[in-house]
């Protein structure tokens, strides 16, 4: 769990930093720009501590996003204003809501400290992107029912 852990923190950034960015030029409100900037800022802070983790524990991470990924990305590229905010909201929101129990899960049982480190550093970043994704009054309840739809029961 914990390699997969490190692998999925790292692949998160690489489409999450470019659909930051996109939002600076693609969105057409503020909050959707705020939430495109707490993205950038977290996920470069995220990133630098996987790659650190990478290295200190020698497992090997990934340098490209998955296709799905990749399509979320091309996605973003191609829409602007309105359909922009909307679809990275629900994108965004959905991939976090995801990782969190992940997060949770990992913090509780990992023995390795620096993946303690890196789930907590984790869970506060992806609270934050939770909450300012919500804070745009974009969230969708199918966008939550999705997230519920993956909790184990």
Known sequence: MDKTFLTKVRQAGLWEMPAGRLAQTHASSEAIKRAGMHLLEGHSKLDELAREDSEALNVPI????TP???GWVDQLKN???HAFDQLFVDLLRASHG???ITIGEVRATTKNTLLRRLATQTN???QDHMDVL???GLVKDSTLDDV???VPK
Request: hydrophobic letters at 25%.
């Open 148 to 150: 519920a739809s993956t």
């Open 68 to 70: 799905e990924q990749q």
């Open 124 to 126: 506060n970043t992806v």
């Open 134 to 136: 919500e804070d745009t």
């Open 62 to 65: 990934p340098d490209q996003t």
């Open 98 to 100: 995801k990782i969190f």
């Open 79 to 81: 829409a602007r204003g």
